[in-house]
């Protein structure tokens, strides 16, 4: 509706503006008149007004759409240098699961072994 009646305020005003240049300065006054008597200027303040606090509307959901992107891109920053470091860690501990391993003597320590094998899956289920 509002479409069709800023078509129709526009086409007034057109007219208006014909009949000024055409001489007719009598016949614009009146077209604004009655635009004006019949509530069209109101409608369109109103309409302006509406359309103005929309605008608003939509420039704070954008400015918090981009404050949320930027959280959750940081954030995604961080969790990829989290399990980079996690990685890197739990590298470390194979290296020295391995080093244990190499080292113990597994007759005088035989539980090592199923403490190694529980170690080891740990780190498995972690990848």
Request: net charge neutral; hydrophobic share 35%.
């Amino acid at each position: 509706m509002s479409k069709e009646r800023l078509e129709e305020i526009e086409r007034e005003i057109e007219r208006s503006n014909n009949a000024t240049l055409k001489g007719n300065s009598l016949g614009a006054e009146r077209m604004i008149l009655d635009l004006h008597e019949i509530g069209r200027f109101e409608w369109l303040v109103k309409h302006a007004k509406e359309q103005a606090e929309r605008v608003q509307e939509l420039e704070k959901f954008k400015r918090d759409v981009e404050q949320m992107y930027r959280y959750i891109h940081l954030n995604s920053k961080k969790s990829v240098r989290e399990k980079e470091a996690l990685q890197e860690q739990n590298k470390r501990y194979r290296e020295a699961l391995k080093l244990i391993m190499r080292r113990t003597d597994y007759e005088l320590y035989p539980d090592l072994i199923q403490i190694n094998t529980i170690a080891w899956k740990a780190l498995e289920d972690n990848e």
